[in-house]
């Protein structure tokens, strides 16, 4: 079965601090992973996907297979960066994908 | 291009009445997903479809919930018979899958709360 684990609920740090949003996985075939973003009174919405290797507002996130995990990090936080961070893996092999989630963080930059 | 839309945002349903909760897609996308996210958790899968087709049911409750997406209209997920347990947020999400990708990016919409006295 497939599942997605981000072992914290929150993260509380202050502008200008790095962040890592933990998130691990359990999958038996070729992972494909993601983070979606949903900040306050927006819908949830794509961040990064790690197939394109991209560094979108600042955030990156590797795919480590040894360790199966897909951490999200940004070097230094900002205040918009607050949000709901959703990491998520798509266990489909054929065309037809679903998303498995995890629970989420909540993401806190304070001034 | 609107997005995803769904309605109603709130329902509220006495224990036991029906409830139906509406979603159209993104202009051209043709597959729909529907999530669960109940207090505390995750959002969790129920079904994927596409055009008169239900392609993926296998985190849809075996007894009082169904889904639809005809050939017009919007999909439809349908709850009979309410429980307070199925109080929840429910997300629709849509995609265009591309031939070079094999995952389509989904799409959510804004949900649609469900509460259940």
């Known amino acids: 079965a497939q599942r997605v684990t981000q072992p914290e609920k929150l993260l509380s740090v202050f502008k200008g601090a790095p962040v890592e949003l933990k998130c691990n996985y359990s999958y038996s075939g070729s992972p494909e992973l993601f983070w979606y973003v949903q900040y306050s009174r927006q819908r949830l919405q794509l961040l990064l996907r790690?197939?394109s290797r991209e560094s979108i507002k600042g955030f990156t996130a590797d795919l480590n297979k040894g360790e199966t995990s897909f951490h999200l990090k940004k070097p230094f936080a900002q205040e918009e960066d607050s949000a709901m961070y959703y990491c998520?893996?798509?266990?489909?092999?054929?065309?037809?994908?679903?998303?498995?989630f995890g629970k989420g963080i909540t993401l806190s930059v304070r001034p | 291009n609107a997005g995803v839309m769904q309605n109603p945002r709130h329902l509220v349903r006495r224990r036991g009445q029906e409830a139906r909760l509406r979603c159209s897609p993104m202009?051209?996308?043709?597959?729909v997903y529907w999530y669960r996210q109940l207090p505390e958790e995750g959002l969790k899968f129920m079904v994927y479809?596409?055009?008169?087709?239900?392609?993926?049911e296998s985190g849809m409750p075996k007894e009082r919930f169904s889904a639809e997406f005809p050939k017009e209209g919007p999909s439809i997920l349908r709850i009979q018979q309410v429980v307070r347990g199925d109080s929840a947020a429910y997300f629709c999400?849509?995609?265009?899958?591309?031939?070079?990708?094999?995952?389509?990016?989904?799409?959510f919409g804004e949900g649609s709360r469900l509460t259940v006295l």
């Open positions: 999400a849509s995609s265009q899958i591309r031939r070079t990708s094999r995952t389509g990016e989904l799409f």
């Open positions: 790690h197939i």
């Open positions: 479809l596409q055009k008169e087709n239900i392609i993926d």
């Open positions: 998520a893996l798509d266990s489909n092999t054929g065309a037809n994908s679903k998303l498995t």
């Open positions: 202009k051209g996308h043709s597959h």
